[in-house]
């Protein structure tokens, strides 16, 4: 890793800040870290999927023998034709095939009717709420920034947290580390002038004009230094990984499969199975608020969805890294039970989550919301989403749950050991 | 003094995330103790080293605020346009930014009028040309408030001739009566077909207008139940956007009609009023809500003087926006003659976002109108890829601007993009040879000449010493005679400098 030495030398300081301020961790992975740098790191990654806007559970896992399905979704049913069922109560959508495939093997578990008290029905407000993992929006940094901030990397590792995306989703928000988002790989790199005999020079300048950058009334200047620095030692990193990486499989044409394909060839550059250095990934497709004329985009969404996770577990699984990759998925809602006149659904409550991998129990979990008994026409939640976030934390990613999410929430049963 | 050493070594690097940061609200009042205590540092004469220092005392002069006020009030400048405000000064300054009605605006005029706006490339490249080249740039950086605020997608509305129709509505009402512009954006075509009014019915009310219309275009969370939105919903029912195919895959949108039939006639019980109200009443009816005058005096204020101001400071612009009859101008105008707006605390307080940052640059480099035509456009997705696309938010809240414009990705965009139009590389099409172009008869030939050219320009002539110094060390010493190549560099490392991402 080129330049890797004067990484750590130059932004231990920055690095080392979960070190010195271990308010999370304040007792399990702290302790931990004090004993060998190594334990922190569980050697496990996890890929978060956003699937934004609030998906239409009920269209994608279907409920098709509920006979309360098809009264209230006269024009949006979806046909038994268009269906693969897993048994007598609930099929998948055949758009979501690839996803079905992975439930077939058994590595995928369904957690139905995930929500939280007191909905919220606003997409900014709801996606905050599971973003930060607060419902009562008392905290505004992010349930992963928080994961981050107790992680203790010693070597420096600029990437153990990633974003697809020009933006930095709010659940990476920390207040004292900057994870990088990255859009495409040839824009993630600090570009020289043409012709320029002396490249380093002008960057070093550069980096050292944000340096001596530091007023005591700008309360950017910190923040600017930072991300530049974090930005180009990760472009070092990313840019190494992807020029060895050779893919198992052809991904397909989408933003989420190409986001994926990213998180596989960075998971893959450590070498070795187990030996990535990145915990959390996070990835997003757009577009389920389907307010009107649901059909035809909601099954091209799932479509996109179930094939980018499909070809991107295929793909790690090949090299070597199936055991150690889990993948989820997340919606800030799901949609009303009652179809609206315009052929769409609005937004609702109880939505369904989506966890792959090798280290999954495949299977049903959860209670399956009533379609009858429902609250203002939505599905009442029977699983708080904190419960999804406590089993992963603890089971896969080895760090203390109930510090994460300030709080206690039963687990699930859908992680092996 | 022992506060003040402690303050100043909490600011040194590394600060927290959340120390340096604001936006949030918990970060808010961190932020606002350390204002407190970077003032403290500075009334005392600090104890810090020069890195540690505030910046700030530069806002008092004359010179600094008018440039300041043009980060705020519009797009930067020009060298032509600094000269111009600088002739004239402060004062002047703030007059002519108000009254730009006055103002002959016709060259800008006539270079956005041969952008082909049929499509979103060229809408947008058509709307950057005119925030380059208007010399009415409040009316264009209120146009812009407008979009971020009252906004709409044109992935959903699907329609280039109903955004720009939208955007001359913000541009015809930037200064106008609040309660006239939420009016006039509710019946707008665009908004209608974005937010769902378009077709809503008495039978199935579609929410979503009703609701972003107080969540975040008038009121704010918590100032309304969710049987305000039903309520005010049903008030929104009836309308539709008639749209008539001209071709296969072709429409043209029509006039919104009012279909008496699908409209819910029957009461409403909206925000505690009842009556049989249709979409200007519920109109009426938000914008006489104290949390309404609140919400967009804060808004305005946000974006104009710095963010996050605390309850006294709004109250001041709350009581002015009322006695004007709700007036945006005359709110504005408050806030532009302010001592706020040139206190410290304004000072480098808000980040530009990705429009506002390119636009800077390329009217400090010369400023043409191919590039900022094709900033919008090909290979000038730069902007896009900083997180930006005009007439494309990310969704209905518009950007979250702020910090949320900077992680790692973002910086590399801003960067290339400063590389790419000091000429490092190349240029997209219709832009070629974009090089630095400083006024006629300029002298760059040392780093000093250039140095006393373009810091005043982009950067106030406020930089620390050490950073003047890593730039004459850079060009070989003060008169070392600059190579074309050196130049290029040169102005690189003003534009990409920290500051220059900060209005």
């Known amino acids: 890793m080129i330049n890797r030495r004067n990484f750590i030398q130059e932004s231990l300081a920055v690095v080392s800040l979960g070190l010195a301020v271990p308010s999370v961790f304040s007792k399990a992975v ?336 959860g209670e399956p919301p009533s379609l009858t008994n429902l609250d203002n026409g939505n599905l009442k939640y029977t699983t708080d989403f904190r419960s999804v976030y406590a089993t992963v934390l603890e089971k896969w990613l080895n760090a203390p749950p109930d510090d994460v999410l300030n709080g206690r929430f039963p687990q699930l049963p859908f992680l092996n050991a | 003094m022992t506060e003040s050493q402690g303050s100043t070594s909490v600011l040194r690097k590394p600060a927290t995330r959340r120390a340096v940061l604001g936006g949030s609200i918990a970060a808010a009042s961190v932020a606002v103790a350390y204002a407190a205590l970077g003032d403290k540092l500075n009334l005392f004469g600090g104890s810090g080293s020069s890195a540690t220092r505030a910046d700030t005392a530069a806002i008092n002069s004359e010179s600094v605020r008018i440039s300041h006020l043009l980060r705020r009030a519009g797009f930067g400048v020009t060298r032509e346009e600094h000269d111009h405000y600088q002739s004239i000064g402060l004062q002047a300054t703030i007059d002519e930014l108000v009254n730009y009605d006055a103002v002959d605006d016709s060259a800008a005029d006539t270079l956005a009028a041969q952008i082909p706006t049929e499509s979103l490339q060229g809408l ?213 003659r302010s001592d706020d707006m040139y206190s410290p605390r304004a000072y480098r307080a808000i980040v530009r976002g990705p429009v506002e940052y390119a636009i800077a640059a390329i009217k400090a480099l010369g400023g043409q109108a191919s590039i900022a035509q094709t900033l919008a456009q090909g290979r000038g997705q730069t902007v896009a890829a900083m997180g930006q696309t005009l007439f494309e938010p990310p969704n209905v809240a518009g950007w979250p601007g702020g910090e949320t414009w900077l992680n790692s990705a973002t910086m590399f965009s801003r960067l290339n993009y400063i590389n790419q139009v000091t000429g490092g590389a190349p240029q997209p099409r219709n832009a070629r040879d974009v090089r630095p172009q400083p006024a006629p008869g300029a002298n760059l030939g040392t780093a000093a000449h250039a140095l006393d050219y373009y810091l005043p320009l982009v950067l106030d002539d406020n930089v620390p010493d050490d950073a003047r110094q890593l730039l004459v060390d850079y060009a070989g010493g003060p008169d070392a005679p600059l190579s074309p190549d050196q130049l290029r560099s040169l102005v690189y490392l003003i534009l990409a400098s920290p500051q220059f991402h900060l209005a």
């Open chain 2, 124 to 336: 947008a490249g058509w709307w950057a040309v005119r925030m380059a080249n208007t010399k009415r740039p409040l009316q264009e950086k209120i146009t812009f408030f407008w979009h971020g605020l009252l906004t709409s997608q044109i992935s959903v509305v699907k329609s280039a001739e109903l955004m720009k129709r939208q955007n001359d509505f913000f541009r015809a009402n930037a200064m106008a009566d609040f309660p006239n512009v939420l009016k006039g954006i509710t019946m707008d075509p665009a908004m209608m077909l974005y937010l769902d009014t378009s077709g809503s019915q008495r039978r199935a009310p579609n929410e979503n207008y009703a609701r972003e219309l107080m969540e975040l275009f008038s009121l704010g969370i918590g100032h309304y139940t969710e049987q305000d939105i039903r309520e005010a919903a049903r008030a929104f029912t009836g309308w539709q956007v008639p749209r008539a195919r001209t071709a296969p895959n072709e429409y043209v949108f029509e006039e919104p009609v009012f279909r008496p039939n699908l409209f819910d006639n029957g009461s409403k019980t909206f925000l505690g009023k009842t009556g049989n109200f249709r979409p200007d009443d519920i109109v009426d009816i938000i914008v006489e809500q104290p949390a309404s005058a609140r919400f967009i005096v804060g808004k305005l204020y946000s974006a104009f003087v710095y963010p996050g101001p605390d309850e006294q400071t709004l109250q001041r612009f709350v009581d002015v926006y009322l006695k004007s009859n709700k007036s945006i101008g005359a709110t504005v105008e408050a806030m532009l």
């Open chain 1, 30 to 365: 702290a302790a931990a870290a004090e004993e060998s740098s190594l334990k922190s790191v569980s050697g496990k990654t996890l890929i978060v999927v956003q699937m934004a806007g609030g998906v239409d559970g009920l269209n994608t896992i279907i409920p098709y023998r509920d006979p309360a399905y098809r009264q209230t979704r006269q024009a949006l049913a979806v046909a038994e034709s268009e269906m693969l069922p897993v048994d007598d109560r609930v099929a998948f959508h055949q758009s979501f095939a690839r996803m079905k495939d992975i439930f077939d093997a058994g590595k995928l578990a369904v957690i139905e009717g995930v929500g939280y008290q007191n909905p919220n029905f606003s997409h900014f407000k709801a996606m905050d709420i599971w973003q930060f993992a607060d419902p009562e929006g008392k905290v505004n940094d992010g349930w992963l920034g928080r994961y981050f901030e107790g992680l203790t990397d010693a070597d420096g590792h600029p990437l153990t947290g990633l974003s697809y995306g020009n933006r930095l989703p709010e659940s990476f928000q920390s207040d004292k580390l900057s994870i990088p988002a990255v859009s495409t790989l040839e824009a993630f790199q600090l570009q020289n002038a043409d012709g320029d005999a002396n490249p380093d020079v002008r960057r070093a300048s550069l980096m050292k004009l944000y340096d001596v950058y530091r007023p005591a009334n700008t309360r950017f200047a910190a923040l600017l230094d930072t991300t530049l620095d974090n930005a180009y030692q990760s472009s070092l990193q990313l840019n190494e990984a992807h020029s060895t990486y050779k893919p198992a499989v052809a991904y397909p044409q989408s933003s989420l499969a190409t986001g994926m394909r990213l998180l596989a060839e960075l998971i893959d550059s450590g070498g070795s199975a187990g030996t990535t250095p990145l915990r959390v990934g996070h990835v997003f497709i757009g577009g389920f608020d389907t307010h009107t004329n649901q059909e035809a985009t909601l099954a091209r969404l799932l479509r996109d969805t179930s094939e980018a996770i499909h070809a991107f577990w295929t793909d790690v699984s090949a090299h070597g890294h199936g055991d150690d990759v889990l993948i989820m998925t997340w919606s800030e809602f799901g949609r009303r039970v009652k179809e609206n006149a315009q052929v769409g659904t609005d937004h609702g409550w109880a939505v369904p989550m989506f966890v792959v991998g090798n280290g999954v129990k495949g299977g049903f979990y």
